[in-house]
């Protein structure tokens, strides 16, 4: 699939459901509205979905949410899309706060996952549980463990945010380090109500960056995941720092990505609001040719970039679908 500027898609983030079992104050806010059960696609449903993908050239496929380890019975949809690893998909990830990764990591490894990104923005236990609303971070930790333990590559996905985890990132660096996971760090996004101005949260990783080469010996590398990080080598720690700037120097012009939300939405682009509606493709009883054509179509209507900005002078959100729906 090539889009209007030249781009091959190759990369789809599938949410498998809106709901998690913590509220970080960046991405939602307390006091969620989640989805009626009867709009979130079946697995199977989900499953097609993703096959329809590979067909047409997609070989990465992450698993989101929300928290997509609280979906019942995910371990199924893991194992189905495992067994085409090999024929046409290439990776199998996922992204997950690590909350139930002490239950699923095996299970996870034994899919066909090799690698899955964790989001732990703080390492202190009181400053976790005021970020994530009512968060342990002992089960976090415990589940990185897990993870690491069942053969996994762990990578930390940390959002940088002024005046609460700013002046702990070198420290999470050098934790990182010692357990041998690789970092990478992440500018809070215009996205959804959370309940509160977000201007006040931004920090611009360009800043973060120059802060850490006054300890870290950052050397430029050619690493990629397929997702939109910029990498450096950590010489001291044998390990990598990532950079995700959406807000300081955005990654459109290589974009490679599209989002389908457990309700079957497809999202072009991460910052902005045009979607196919993909639900109502498969379940008018659309034929694999029928469905390949409604995605190739979307496909055509990949906006060059999104519009993200963060304006003091109009806090509200650049795109009001929370994080937490689109898919992390």
């Not at 034994?110 to 989001?119: D, L, P």
């Not at 920090?203 to 050397?219: D, G």
């Not at 496909?299 to 003091?312: A, E, N």
Request: hydrophobic share 40%; glycine share 10%.
């Amino acid at each position: 699939m090539i889009d209007p500027f030249g781009r091959a898609i190759t990369y789809l983030r599938v949410s498998v459901t809106d709901r998690c079992d913590l509220r970080c104050v960046y991405c939602m806010s307390e006091d969620m509205t989640f989805l009626p059960k009867a709009d979130v696609l079946s697995l199977e449903e989900l499953e097609r979905l993703c096959a329809a993908f590979i067909r047409l050239g997609t070989n990465k496929i992450r698993i989101t949410g929300g928290e997509p380890l609280v979906r019942r019975d995910v371990q199924l949809l893991f194992g189905r899309l495992g067994q085409r690893l090999g024929q046409g998909l290439d990776e199998l990830t996922l992204t997950t706060n690590g909350t139930q990764l002490v239950k699923h990591a095996e299970a996870l490894r034994a899919a066909g996952v090799r690698r899955v990104n964790v989001s732990l923005d703080t390492l202190d236990p009181a400053r976790f549980a005021a970020i994530t609303r009512w968060g342990k971070i002992e089960k976090v930790l415990d589940g990185i463990a897990a993870a690491k333990a069942a053969g996994l590559h762990v990578k930390i996905n940390a959002v940088a945010l002024k005046g609460v985890n700013e002046d702990e990132i070198d420290a999470m660096l050098a934790w990182c380090g010692a357990q041998g996971h690789d970092l990478c760090l992440i500018e809070t996004m215009p996205m959804g109500d959370i309940g509160g101005d977000r201007t006040d949260q931004y920090l611009p990783l360009s800043l973060v960056r120059a802060r850490l080469r006054q300890r870290w010996t950052l050397q430029g590398t050619d690493y990629q995941t397929g997702g939109p990080a910029r990498y450096y080598d950590v010489a001291e720690t044998g390990t990598r720092v990532g950079f995700i700037t959406p807000m300081t120097h955005n990654f459109c012009e290589s974009c490679n990505r599209v989002r389908l939300t457990c309700t079957g939405t497809l999202y072009m682009c991460l910052g902005q609001d045009d979607a196919a509606d993909l639900r109502r493709v498969l379940r008018d009883g659309a034929t694999d040719p029928e469905l390949d054509a409604a995605i190739r179509l979307a496909i055509t209507r990949k906006p060059k970039g999104h519009d993200f900005v963060i304006d003091r002078r109009n806090p509200a959100p650049a795109v009001a679908r929370h994080m937490s729906l689109t898919g992390g």
